[in-house]
């Protein structure tokens, strides 16, 4: 009797551990497949990023480019503006001694 309920209590014993056993191994197939799909969609993620971090280089590198080509057609406008100040001033001053030439030459007739 002592033999069949030792036998009876291993058997029970083997059931439980076989059968937990593959409860463990379905578990750990599962853990896997999710772990596999997280790490493909951490990768696709990760190209992503990348992908879009050199396009935000790109992109800032041709910011730069046409900041610096304004920046030389404001110094180019500005001079231009200048230019054109003085030449208005330069016009005005002719015009004074051209009006002043013929002021004189209306005296001498």
């Not at 069949?4 to 379905?26: A, C, H, P, Q, R």
């Not at 590198?61 to 057609?73: E, P, R, S």
């Not at 330069?90 to 030439?101: A, F």
Request: aromatic share 8%; charged share 30%.
């Amino acid at each position: 009797m002592d033999n069949f309920l030792l036998i009876t209590i291993i058997g029970i014993l083997l059931l439980y551990y076989f059968s937990s056993t593959n409860v463990y191994k379905s578990l750990y197939r599962k853990l896997n497949e999710e772990k596999n799909i997280l790490e493909t969609d951490n990768k696709k993620l990760q190209d992503i990023i990348d992908r879009y971090e050199k396009q935000v280089k790109v992109s800032a590198a041709t910011l730069k480019t046409n900041q610096d080509n304004l920046q030389v057609a404001r110094d180019d406008l500005q001079k231009l503006r200048l230019e054109n100040n003085e030449l208005k001033h330069e016009i005005e001053i002719l015009e004074k001694r051209t009006e002043e030439l013929y002021a004189q030459v209306n005296t001498m007739i």
